[in-house]
């Protein structure tokens, strides 16, 4: 039903973008809470940078492509 065999081994191949992801996140949280003074965390500087890094590393096939350690199956398709 979802592409795959019970006793098929799962491979994860986009475990190096969902990393470098998470550090993208992490920078932008760090600048827009060292920006942030009374609000904490700036919401400008935060959405603003999600959006872009969102965009440049979840939308990118070239960058995916090339971080990926083999071809998606169907289900991960």
């Given at each position: ?43 400008q500087?935060?959405?603003s ?15 995916l ?13």
């Amino acid at each position: 039903m979802l592409g795959y065999e019970k006793n098929e081994k799962l491979e994860f191949n986009y475990k190096k973008s969902c990393g470098l992801w998470l550090i993208a996140v992490a920078v932008v949280i760090a600048v827009a809470t060292l920006i942030g003074g009374q609000q904490i965390i700036n919401m400008q500087v935060f959405t603003s940078g999600y959006i872009v890094f969102f965009f440049t590393i979840n939308m990118n096939k070239d960058l995916l492509k090339k971080l990926s350690t083999g071809p998606s199956t169907k289900f991960q398709k």
